[in-house]
């Protein structure tokens, strides 16, 4: 409906203009008609409005279609532009068509080279205003106080480095990192990066359906966390920098030493990378081993014996919590619930692993050829 209203509008107008223009050429005598005849007037101004209407049918659906495509254009740049820079550029083309404003009143005297030069001027100062807003934003907001929320990277390297912590896509579609947020473990301002989020967003878009649901786990996850007024969360979009970067975890890892902040991931790699570059990292995975109970040679638990281990003889059992246990001769136990006792625990980079046998009342006689201890689980 908006857009009908827009079409007739732009061609009613280029009605008046024909019928304007007709009547501008008979006033200036450029067309002479005859003095006694008024039907020849109105007649002609019909004509103008008829011409009008032509070309306005012809024109304005082209206007209408490039219209809409510059808007596009526009508003696609709005969005990859950070706010602060947009803020800042336009605060500096103000001040340069203010200036060019003032200067421009000065060579008024000069009649039309004045004109030309104070034209000029205000393309110039206008656009040189706004890249000096730009380039400078956080020299001028620090100069008048950085007291403001878009000087955001300057407030970030001022406070202290322990405030703010990077998100990874992997520790996002996780989703722990929302229970840790609410049991108050997690301090700080939490960061978004722009590009950990489209990576998101093309994870959540894949064919392959596991990831699309691993993707939209991610932003379902996120968007909860936005809406929590407990948990302090923010985009991050200005990466400038780090453009030439093809991969996200380098632009993790950069955009950490930037900002001095931390990475929160569950990505062992990552993790390894960042350590080289001089970047804490916070490991959920990690955290998780970190807070297990721990457990002693000698103790004795219950265990349900689930599948049949790597080894030879051996059984595969599981705590709560998931660490595995490795059940000596545990085989012939599969699907049963058994007491067992621990021998050794194994901490190792994926998690922990306990090693156990079964108690003596629960044993079962094993052949020696079945009997294997737990270090043959490594060779």
């Known amino acids: 409906m908006v857009k009908r ?82 803020f800042m550029g336009s605060v500096g083309l103000i001040f340069g068509l203010i200036i060019a404003n003032l200067l421009g009143s ?27 807003g730009i380039k400078k934003r956080e020299e001028i907001l620090n100069f008048l ?6 000087g955001k990277e ?30 108050g473990f997690i301090e700080g301002i939490l960061l978004v990066p722009a590009f950990v989020l489209e990576e998101l967003r093309h994870i959540a878009d894949s064919s392959d359906t596991l990831k699309r649901n691993r993707g939209r786990r991610g ?33 993790l890892v950069k955009l950490g030493q930037k900002l001095g902040a931390k990475i929160m991931t569950n990505d062992y790699n990552l993790n ?17 081993n970190a807070v297990k109970s721990v457990v002693l040679p000698g103790e004795e638990m219950i265990v349900q014996v689930v599948k049949e281990g790597k080894e030879s003889g051996q059984g595969i059992g599981y705590l709560e919590d998931g660490t595995m246990i490795v059940l000596d001769g545990g085989r012939k136990l599969i699907g049963q619930t058994i007491g067992v006792m621990v021998t050794s625990v194994l901490q190792t980079a994926a998690g922990r692993m306990i090693f156990a046998k079964p108690r003596s009342s629960d044993s079962v006689d094993l052949d020696n050829d079945q009997y294997s201890h737990e270090v043959n689980l490594f060779g």
């Not at 024909?18 to 109105?42: E, H, M, Q």
């Not at 106080?145 to 878009?150: E, L, N």
């Not at 969360?233 to 093809?246: D, F, R, W």
Request: hydrophobic letters at 45%; one cysteine or more; proline letters at 3%.
């Open 272 to 288: 390894k990378v960042a350590e080289l570059h001089g970047v804490k990292v916070l490991n959920v995975n990690e955290l998780a």
């Open 5 to 86: 209203i827009i079409y007739f509008s732009l061609v009613l107008m280029f009605v008046f203009l024909g019928i304007y223009s007709s009547i501008l050429l008979v006033s200036k005598g450029i067309v002479i008609l005859p003095a006694a005849a008024n039907n020849f007037y109105f007649g002609f101004y019909a004509l103008g409005g008829l011409i009008g209407l032509i070309v306005g049918l012809l024109l304005v659906p082209w206007i209408i279609r490039g219209s809409i495509k510059g808007i596009s254009a526009i508003e696609q740049f709005i969005q990859r532009t950070p706010t602060n820079d947009l």
């Open 145 to 150: 106080g950085g007291i403001t929320k878009f």
């Open 219 to 251: 932003l379902d996850i996120l968007n909860k966390m936005m809406k929590d007024p407990s948990i302090t969360i923010q985009i991050y979009e200005n990466v400038k920098g780090l453009e030439g970067q093809s991969e996200v975890d380098t632009k």
């Open 154 to 183: 300057k407030a970030f390297r001022s406070e202290s480095k322990h405030n703010y912590k990077l998100l990874d896509t992997s520790v996002i579609i996780d989703g722990r990192i929302s229970d840790l947020c609410d049991s």
């Open 106 to 132: 000065m060579l008024s005297f000069l009649g039309t080279p004045g004109y030309i030069i104070r034209v000029l001027g205000t393309v110039l100062l206008g656009y040189l205003g706004m890249s000096i």
